[in-house]
T-cell receptor
Framework: NAGVTQTPKFQVLKTGQSMTLQCAQD?????MYWYRQDPGMGLRLIYY???????DKGEVPNGYNVSRLNKREFSLRLESAAPSQTSVYFC???????????FGSGTQLSVL | GESVGLHLPTLSVQEGDNSIINCAYS??????FIWYKQESGKGPQFIID?????DKRQGQRVTVLLNKTVKHLSLQIAATQPGDSAVYFC?????????????FGKGTHLIIQP
């Protein structure tokens, strides 16, 4: 049972570089989310997609873009990485919006 | 703004004892609450949930209590085991719409003493 799969698991970027974090779920969930986790800050919502074809900003969207490619896949893009974006990123999905989330294993991103 | 928080950042218990992790929430419109467990290097894992029309819900070795009067949520773990060592997060949301996903507390680190 794959659940929510994120790639890559680790990434190091230089300031100004771009990259895309990939996420896919095989649970036929309608809603998908991207969170970031920083020490002492808990999990903060970056963007979410309540259903295929829609995306909305969360609490901390600045510096990020997302694409809901299809029902299974939801990607997060950093166009010009900044050191403040050093964090652990989690993708999650839920059957419907505001139901319990199932999380991927995370991507540890360092921006130098 | 409204937020979900935890009373203690670290809780240390003896193996075999019961653990109680607390959570305070301030959004009276929240009607769905979830506890997650996060082990080091892993993503949060669902433990148990409760809706606002209930006061108590039991799972395997875990019980969640909801006190809507004082906006308090607790997670009780019976007979704590070494494998229970993790950070525990509470989360809340409004299922009727108007909420953007779950709002998470900052977490409590549960440490099991041998």
């Amino acid at each position: 049972n794959a659940g929510v799969t994120q790639t890559p698991k680790f990434q190091v970027l230089k300031t100004g570089q771009s990259m895309t974090l990939q996420c896919a779920q095989d649970m036929n969930h309608n809603s998908m989310y991207w969170y970031r986790q920083d020490p002492g800050m808990g999990l903060r919502l970056i963007y979410y997609s309540a259903s295929e074809g829609t995306t909305d900003k969360g609490e901390v969207p600045n510096g990020y873009n997302v694409s809901r490619l299809n029902k299974r896949e939801f990607s997060l893009r950093l166009e010009s990485a900044a050191p403040s974006q050093t964090s652990v990123y989690f993708c999650a999905s839920s059957l419907e919006r505001n139901e319990k989330l199932f999380f991927g294993s995370g991507t540890q991103l360092s921006v130098l | 703004g409204e937020s979900v928080g935890l009373h203690l950042p670290t809780l240390s218990v003896q193996e075999g004892d019961n653990s109680i992790i607390n959570c305070a929430y301030s959004n009276s419109a929240s009607d769905y609450f979830i506890w997650y467990k996060q082990e080091s290097g892993k993503g949060p894992q669902f433990i148990i949930d409760i809706r606002s029309n209930m006061d108590k819900r039991q799972g395997q070795r875990v019980t969640v209590l909801l006190n809507k009067t004082v906006k308090h949520l607790s997670l009780q773990i019976a007979a704590t085991q070494p494998g229970d060592s993790a950070v525990y997060f509470c989360a809340e949301t409004r299922t009727g719409g108007g909420a953007d996903g779950l709002t998470f507390g900052k977490g409590t680190h549960l440490i099991i003493q041998p």
